[in-house]
């Protein structure tokens, strides 16, 4: 059904699996993959992504929170979930109520887990987190070498994982790179010396997946490349990925204004000639950035229109002086391709001095995410 709202994203379940297939060739059909499907899948809704992943055969997916895993479970995904933002020791019942896999980095809350599954009369598969540079969570590695193997002898701790994450592999200079890999190779020896075989080892995100083969160990954790996009604009790897969301929204009113009109809060634009501006039903309460005023651009009819004024809450001016076929209640492409042009998520970072990341998982709520199988959803 379609929505009523003027403002949609329309998610292209064709494209991401197009994507996936990219990351099965990448990978290779003996490593396992791990879909990384946190922050509601990047923005583009876990729940929908997550049961068509599913239906590819994926089996593991990565979430950043417990209560992102637990909206997975009440919806039916049934595979392996895996909370990798780490989790308090007062949501270790959680974990168990709903069977997720933690992330673990911290030997005295591992400890504590261990005491609550003796209860229970069977295990938990649990992972282990090493910080091999980039300075978040996980033990360091000397830490580890010490901590690991007190981890893996816990009572009712399945350790089924190690896992670290790389800093900058999406990087031409994979110096740091691969300081990382030596780090985590080392500390994956030195756990075989003492007979510590831990069976999925995985340190690959889509940046080293696409360009940095050494680290694909026997699992690998896509995440942006699932979702159509390289992980920064100056990514040298060339991979076929198909952009999986599309944002448009309508023109809810339109105007002759004559040169010498402020637009807008501040008046920070004014007209320079006879206009004709057009109000967009979106703002940055949707997720359209305010950092976009007066830079980002927007598709009408397939020719571009520049937002002018500051974007507000609820509604973004546009000027379509130069697009006459502009109409009311005619659409607008935020993100997408419209007659041949196309505007990225990495267009609106660029505009805006953030990253395509944070664009995608910045599309607030009450945007409806409308589900289809084909371009601009069909």
Same mark, same amino acid.
């Given at each position: 059904m ?10 292209n379940?064709q ?8 990351v ?14 946190k922050?509601?899948a990047?923005?583009h809704g876990?729940?929908?992504?997550s ?17 992102e ?10 595979g392996?979930?895996?909370? %990798?933002g780490?989790?308090?020791p007062? #949501?270790?019942? @959680?974990?168990?109520d709903w069977? =997720?896999?933690?992330? /673990?980095?911290h !030997?005295?809350?591992a400890q ?27 033990l360091?590695p ?14 009712g ?10 800093a900058?592999?999406? %990087?031409?200079?994979?110096a740091f790179? #691969?300081?990382? @890999?030596?780090?985590?190779q080392? =500390?994956?020896?030195? /756990?075989?010396? !003492?007979g ?5 080892r ?17 699992m ?12 920064s604009d ?11 969301l ?8 339109l105007?002759?204004?004559?040169a010498?009109?402020p637009?807008s809060?501040?008046r920070t634009?004014?007209t ?6 057009a ?6 309460a949707d997720?359209?950035?305010?950092s ?5 651009e ?7 229109a520049?937002?002018?004024?500051r ?5 973004t ?10 109409n ?7 993100i ?18 953030t ?24």
């Amino acid at each position: 059904m379609p929505s009523p709202r003027p403002t949609i994203a329309e998610i292209n379940l064709q494209a991401l699996r197009h994507n996936l297939h990219q990351v099965m060739r990448l990978a290779g059909p003996e490593r396992a993959i791990l879909a990384v499907v946190k922050a509601d899948a990047y923005g583009h809704g876990a729940v929908e992504i997550s049961r068509a992943l599913k239906e590819e055969g994926i089996r593991f997916f990565g979430v950043a929170t417990v209560e992102e895993g637990i909206k997975l479970r009440e919806a039916g995904i049934d595979g392996s979930i895996t909370v %990798l933002g780490g989790v308090f020791p007062e #949501e270790h019942s @959680l974990l168990l109520d709903w069977n =997720l896999t933690p992330v /673990l980095y911290h !030997l005295p809350w591992a400890q504590e887990l261990s005491r609550m599954v003796q209860g229970l009369g069977h295990g938990i598969p649990v992972q282990i987190k090493v910080d091999t540079g980039m300075g978040r969570l996980g033990l360091n590695p000397d830490e580890a070498l010490k901590d690991i193997p007190k981890i893996a002898q816990l009572p009712g701790l399945n350790v089924e994982g190690i896992i670290s994450h790389f800093a900058d592999a999406d %990087l031409e200079d994979k110096a740091f790179t #691969e300081g990382q @890999l030596k780090k985590f190779q080392a =500390l994956l020896d030195h /756990l075989s010396d !003492l007979g510590i075989r831990i069976p999925f080892r995985h340190i690959s995100n889509s940046a080293a997946v696409m360009s940095f083969p050494p680290a694909l160990f026997n699992m690998v954790r896509p995440g942006i490349m699932l979702y159509g996009y390289m992980p920064s604009d100056s990514f040298p790897g060339k991979v076929d990925l198909q952009p999986v969301l599309s944002w448009n929204t309508r023109i809810i009113h339109l105007k002759e204004v004559p040169a010498g009109t402020p637009l807008s809060y501040g008046r920070t634009f004014v007209t320079r000639r006879k206009s004709r501006i057009a109000t967009l039903a979106v703002g940055y309460a949707d997720g359209y950035s305010r950092s976009l005023s007066n830079r980002a651009e927007v598709l009408v009819n397939g020719r571009r229109a520049p937002v002018v004024g500051r974007v507000t809450m609820d509604m973004t001016l546009i000027d379509v002086t130069d697009i006459p076929e502009a109409n009311l209640g005619g659409r607008a492409t935020l993100i997408g391709e419209d007659k041949g042009d196309r505007i990225t998520a990495w267009d609106l970072a660029r505009w805006g001095n953030t990253i395509a990341y944070e664009v995608l998982c910045g599309i607030g709520r009450r945007v409806p995410r409308v589900y289809g199988r084909g371009e601009h959803g069909e």
